[in-house]
């Protein structure tokens, strides 16, 4: 399960309410804190789609060496068979 915090679509969805919320609010002081928290939220999404790219790029290079292995593996007895077979053989 994909956690919350790399949940980019959230983030962007936080910042577009915070944004949403600036239309009403008449103070300037308020609406400028709430632009800088809506400035947050769309921070914390690039750096969860960041960490999503890091995390996919991870799984990846250690995915493969095993499955490069496991097939490595697998020739090694299908080619072992035949020759057994040989050597019962004769």
Known sequence: MASVLCDVTLWLE????VRALCEVISDPE???QMLVVAAGFDRIAELAKEQAMLTEQHHRSTHRPARAWRAQKRRARKNAAPKA???RLS
Do not use: G, S, W
């Open 14 to 17: 936080h910042a577009k309410e």
């Open 85 to 87: 077979r040989r050597a």
């Open 30 to 32: 308020e609406k400028e």
